[in-house]
């Protein structure tokens, strides 16, 4: 899988937007880019995928940048339930067999939240 | 999505034991995935169960530590053999589902070897 580059931590002040970037410079035209978040004491969850549109959903909306060499996760009204590591994931589309269908989690992105 | 359950959720061993961690999961699947978060990491991917199939291991995990088994589509359970204080970790189970590109995961099991 291809490697991703996050910032370590970030900060936002509640019910503000947050952009959570992220760069993968060395993307091919097969992978998809997944946004993941662990919450404390929690497994993670899926937030949101997406290959070259942006995409919403509603938890968070992904910016895809047109040369698809970063993305950017939006929360758009930042809760304290948001507070969270986040992850950024590539994963080919085309995979094969049984057992190919691991994550490669990185260090992600810890955010806080401030009241 | 699917609904994982893990048991124990945590859990205090003594060096040299052995335990085994169960995933209940609530509909039957295909693909089952064992990681491991060892303290202030990231996750770490220990192994893939199927069923019906040896589960495959990935570098650096072999099965005399890490036996698992998966006797149905909607169960695992995932044993920590010989266990020393680096065996400190959560265990997460995941299951792929089903018409979906994304994993769910279960709580973890915090296990803390003295």
């Known amino acids: 899988d291809a490697k991703t580059t996050q910032p370590n931590s970030m900060e936002s002040n509640e019910e503000e937007p947050v952009h959570l970037p992220c760069n993968h410079s060395?993307?091919?035209?097969?992978?998809?880019i997944h946004w993941y978040r662990q919450l404390p004491s929690q497994g993670p969850e899926y937030v949101i995928h997406?290959?070259?549109s942006n995409v919403n959903n509603r938890m968070a909306s992904l910016a895809i940048a047109e040369d698809r060499k970063s993305s950017t996760l939006i929360l758009h009204r930042a809760t304290l339930r948001d507070a969270a590591v986040y992850y950024c994931?590539?994963?080919?589309?085309?995979?094969?067999?049984?057992?190919?269908?691991?994550?490669?989690f990185g260090k992600g992105t810890k955010l806080s939240v401030i009241p | 999505s699917a609904v994982i359950s893990q048991k124990p959720s945590r859990d205090i061993c003594q060096r040299g034991t052995s335990l085994t961690i169960q995933c209940q999961v609530d509909?039957?699947?295909?693909?089952m995935f064992w990681y491991r978060q060892q303290p202030g990491q990231s996750l770490t991917l220990i192994a893939t169960?199927?069923?019906?199939?040896?589960?495959?291991?990935e570098s650096g995990f072999v099965i005399d530590k890490f036996p698992i088994s998966r006797p149905n589509l909607t169960f695992s359970t995932l044993t920590v053999s010989n266990m020393s204080p680096e065996d400190s970790s959560i265990y997460l189970c995941?299951?792929?589902?089903?018409?979906?590109?994304?994993?769910?995961f279960g709580a973890g099991s915090r296990l803390t070897v003295l």
């Open positions: 509909s039957q699947v295909t693909m």
């Open positions: 169960a199927n069923q019906g199939s040896e589960a495959t291991y």
């Open positions: 995941s299951v792929r589902d089903a018409g979906a590109n994304v994993l769910t």
């Open positions: 997406g290959l070259t």
């Open positions: 060395t993307i091919s035209g097969t992978d998809y």
């Open positions: 994931i590539l994963r080919d589309v085309f995979y094969s067999g049984a057992g190919s269908y691991q994550l490669t």
